[in-house]
Nanobody, 118 residues
């Protein structure tokens, strides 16, 4: 099993910044992939960003140039620095990881609310 603890959500004004963190713990062999998705009310869950253990990143089109994902492999922690926030960034942000046991398994955090006021 993998436990994910997310933090850093909150209320911010348009143009502001937030940093989300997600710490993974458990009896896994390794975590080759970590990332963030988000879901706004009435919308489907969408990709924010992912990062491999080796540092290869992938971003959703709506956040490119504004958000930066990073990873601390020693601490099994993934971060996303969110700058130039817009009201349309308002959503519940979910941490997700792919952990390796005998096989690979995906896990999701409970989510943290980000609200951007106009």
């Amino acid at each position: 099993q993998v436990q994910l603890v997310e933090s850093g959500g909150g209320l911010v004004q348009t143009g502001g910044s937030l940093r989300l963190s997600c710490v993974a713990s458990g009896n896994f062999f390794s975590i080759p992939l970590m990332g963030w998705h988000r879901q706004a009310p009435g919308k489907q869950r969408e990709l924010v960003a992912t990062i491999t253990r080796g540092g290869v990143t992938n971003y959703g089109d709506s956040v490119k140039g504004r958000f930066t994902i990073s990873i601390d492999t020693e601490k099994n922690t993934v971060y996303v620095q969110m700058n130039s926030l817009k009201p349309e960034d308002t959503a519940v942000y979910f941490c997700n990881v792919r952990a390796k046991f005998v096989s690979y398994q995906d896990y999701w955090g409970q989510g943290t609310q980000v609200t951007v006021s106009s």
